[in-house]
């Protein structure tokens, strides 16, 4: 994990609210590549109650990434960008496709079923597999998997790589009401401060 966050390039420093309305006019690209002026520090740090100086934040190309440990504790945050589009009906189509169950963006990897979730965005869908919240808001169509709690427990003994992926596997699939409840918080925030600006 250290070797990829290690190969994170830092994302702005750029606190401000959800989305502002000058990163919605950029090019798609430049929201893309730079996702933590999405869901910002700050509203991590809100949402958790850490103080934001202490939150690493790195990012490459679309994704952006929160994280910080504190004895057994551990915050992780993601934050996908997928789509900035010129036009809110092809975001739209984009999140449509996803979250349908049935398109060629919800095909090639374990999603759904999926859950409407109220009051985020535009549109929400709750991915139950996983605990990804897949969320449309105007021209922009992110996902966001958070996660506060304890951290997983370190294996006592070295074992084969593959046991290390499966034990990483079974403690995500166990913690998934603790991601449930940490991405619907941080959502909360999210939503908070757009409906500031």
Known sequence: MALVLAA??????????????????????????????????????AAFSIDPA?????????LCVYRWEGGDELLDVTVHVTAVEPDERHARAAFEDATSGRGTGSSSR??????????VGD?????????????????????LN????????????PGEPANAIDARTQWWQATLPQRRHGTQTLASVWMDEDRRR
Do not use: K, W
């Open 8 to 45: 994170l390039a830092g994302c702005a420093a750029d606190h401000g609210a959800a989305v502002p309305e000058a990163a919605l006019l950029q090019p798609a690209d430049d929201l893309r590549s730079a996702p933590c002026t999405v869901v910002t520090r700050d509203m991590v740090s």
């Open 54 to 62: 202490l939150i690493e934040q790195s990012s490459m190309s679309s």
């Open 110 to 119: 374990d999603v759904g079923p999926f859950e409407d979730v109220d009051d």
């Open 123 to 143: 549109q929400a869908r709750f991915d139950t597999v996983n605990s990804d919240l897949h969320v449309l808001n105007d021209r922009v169509y992110f996902t």
């Open 146 to 157: 958070a996660y506060f709690g304890p951290a997983m427990e370190l294996a006592t003994s």
